[in-house]
Nanobody, 119 residues
Framework: QVQLVESGGGLVQPGGSLRLSCAAS????????MGWYRQAPGKERELVAT???????NYADSVKGRFAISRDNAKNTVYLQINSLKPEDTAVYYC?????????????WGQGTQVTVSS
């Protein structure tokens, strides 16, 4: 059974920082492309950052220079360091694991962790 468990969210003031973690179990983590997405109230879920098995990273324009995604295959964990937080970063942040096989692609999602940026 695949499980992705996010942690590290919370209430932070504008300009502050948080480090989100996503611990995976039940999958071969080292062959999974990982990503962070977020969904603000009343909005669609959007991509924040991704990291491939080869550690190539990709970021949404809105977070470039402020967010950093990384992974630790030994711990089956992907991280999202978020700095210089803005109120518009307020959202539920979700972790996604993508497993690509020659015949299909399977995505797994975590339950999300709330990030609230407010003074």
């Amino acid at each position: 059974q695949v499980q992705l468990v996010e942690s590290g969210g919370g209430l932070v003031q504008p300009g502050g920082s948080l480090r989100l973690s996503c611990a995976a179990s039940g999958i071969n983590f080292s062959i999974a492309n990982m990503g962070w997405y977020r969904q603000a109230p009343g909005k669609e879920r959007e991509l924040v950052a991704t990291i491939t098995t080869g550690r190539t990273t990709n970021y949404a324009d809105s977070v470039k220079g402020r967010f950093a995604i990384s992974r630790d295959n030994a711990k089956n964990t992907v991280y999202l360091q978020i700095n210089s937080l803005k109120p518009e970063d307020t959202a539920v942040y979700y972790c996604k694991a993508e497993l690509r096989r020659w015949y299909s692609t399977t995505n797994y999602w975590g339950q999300g962790t709330q990030v609230t940026v407010s003074s």
